[in-house]
């Protein structure tokens, strides 16, 4: 169960709608903080979601904070967003509804997702992949030089699940995923991949992604500090039993 509150609706002709949530190595949650940001984008309505159903506390005071789901806007581009990728079925329907609701209330004709891929390859580089609910847009999202999802299988959570629910109500929609060689890392460099595609998509302005960049920096660091570790404990064992 859910509680929508909407502050107003924003005045807009022929909006397109970008709607992801937290994922794998938050590919998506990166993308969506730095779209908010980075457009200077104002919330106009957040879902209230039963959740979490504890407190947290620190030092004997208990403190708590409901999570939402938030849509914001910059212009004709609405944006959807929130803390969490809902793992019930359930719960994970019901935000899709609400979402899908919100779009055709204010006439969106197509929706982005956003979202990671595990890598299938060994390779430096990052790839980023497609898939739609028209087969109309099969050719058009391939001209932005994006690779086609080939073969068979599933676009897992919501940034899966909303395409099927958008088809449901005449929706276009496109899911656009950064290839990741490890879910449980943040994964920077996959979301850079992705927004670099979107702005072209969407003909946005480009936009500094230095926050980003930085975080890849931090990102590698540790990887070759947890190397370097992982060498010496290695070096360790193999002294011993020599």
């Known amino acids: 169960m859910l509680g929508t509150r909407v502050y107003y609706y924003p005045k807009v002709t022929n909006p397109t709608m970008v709607a992801a949530l937290p994922d794998m190595g938050n590919v998506a949650g990166l993308c969506m903080n730095t779209l908010v940001s980075k457009l200077d984008a104002k919330l106009f309505a957040e879902i209230y979601a039963y959740w979490p159903p504890y407190v947290s506390y620190k030092d004997g005071l208990t403190y708590y904070k409901q999570s939402t789901y938030r849509f914001y806007h910059s212009n004709e581009l609405l944006i959807f967003t929130g803390d969490f990728n809902p793992s019930d079925p359930r719960r994970l329907y019901e935000v899709c509804y609400e979402v899908v609701n919100i779009a055709q209330r204010l006439n969106v004709k197509r929706l982005y997702s956003l979202g990671a891929a595990l890598r299938t390859s060994v390779g430096a580089d990052t790839s980023v992949f497609y898939a739609v609910n028209n087969r109309r847009l099969l050719e058009e999202v391939k001209r932005y030089g994006i690779n086609t999802l080939e073969g068979e299988g599933n676009i897992t959570g919501f940034n899966g699940l909303i395409l099927g629910l958008c088809n449901e109500r005449g929706i276009e929609a496109v899911c656009i ?29 480009e936009f500094s992604m230095h926050e980003l960049d930085e975080e890849e920096r931090r990102k590698r660091f540790m990887e070759e500090q947890m190397r370097y570790m992982s060498s010496v404990m290695d070096k360790g064992r193999e002294s011993i039993y020599h």
């Open 177 to 205: 995923l950064g290839e990741i060689d490890n879910p449980e890392i943040i994964q920077p460099r996959a979301a850079k991949s992705i927004l670099k595609i979107l702005i072209k998509i969407l003909g946005l302005k």
